[in-house]
């Protein structure tokens, strides 16, 4: 047996595969801008670092740039039209609700820690009826800072009520392994995101490749943590 842990979790490409509703909005906005619609395939790994770095990806790909005035409108837009279809098509990745169940019956505290919009974060969840699961919701706005700043993960494990010490990272992406560095934590990486670098590529402590595997990477790490203490 191991003490309690906080789970720390991204949300888009790991929780959740958000891209179908991601690329809509996206697309949305370029078709309403006269540019042609950006392939899901490729959409796909310019997800992870908020809604105005998706659209910036998605203007770079028609080798478009706007000005600053011009991309706030478009992003309002964006997050605007997203909002109202945050959950089309959305859906958790297949297994994850039953290693949530088994991580939160060991007694372990989850938590959600995007560099997504807080309120946004907490609708998408909402809708899918997972919310209640976690113990903090956190985003980009919520305390200023965005992955991979440290500071937003300490301050995500402190309102879970949880301790950085006794804490582990799952995520899809650099900035999912970066903030777990850069927080002096373990970090579980995913697969199936995300990512236009290949998540095994950035070396995370552990690699799964399906949610049924998740409980069983994070119990080796608590079990590798606790044999490292003195």
């Known amino acids: 047996m191991t003490s309690p842990y906080t789970l720390v979790f991204d949300l888009d490409g790991t929780l959740v595969d958000t891209a179908p509703d991601l690329i809509t909005a996206l697309n949305h906005v370029l078709t309403r801008e006269g540019l042609p619609p950006v392939p899901m395939a490729s959409a796909r790994n310019m997800i992870g670092a908020g809604a105005r770095r998706l659209l910036e990806r998605g203007?770079?790909?028609?080798?478009?740039?706007?000005?600053p005035a011009d991309m706030d409108r478009l992003t309002a837009d964006f997050i605007a039209y997203y909002a109202d279809n945050i959950a089309a098509e959305s859906r958790p990745f297949e297994g994850l609700e039953a290693a949530l169940d088994l991580l939160a019956a060991q007694g372990h505290r989850l938590a959600v820690c995007t560099n997504k919009l807080e309120w946004l974060s907490k609708r998408l969840l909402d809708q899918l009826g997972l919310s209640r699961r976690f113990a903090a919701i956190c985003g980009a706005d919520?305390?200023?800072?965005?992955?991979?700043?440290?500071?937003?993960?300490?301050?995500?494990?402190?309102?879970?009520?949880?301790?950085?010490?006794?804490?582990?990272?799952?995520?899809?992406?650099?900035?999912?392994?970066g903030v777990a560095r850069r927080a002096g934590v373990p970090v579980i990486g995913v697969s199936f995101g995300y990512t236009d670098v290949p998540i095994a590529d950035l070396k995370p402590d552990r690699l799964i490749h399906h949610m049924r595997d998740l409980p069983g990477a994070a119990h080796s790490l608590m079990l590798a943590c606790a044999s490292s203490r003195p």
């Open 142 to 177: 919520t305390f200023g800072v965005q992955k991979p700043d440290p500071a937003i993960f300490r301050e995500t494990v402190a309102r879970a009520g949880g301790q950085v010490s006794a804490s582990i990272m799952v995520g899809d992406a650099g900035t999912d392994v």
């Open 59 to 67: 203007l770079e790909a028609e080798g478009r740039t706007v000005s």
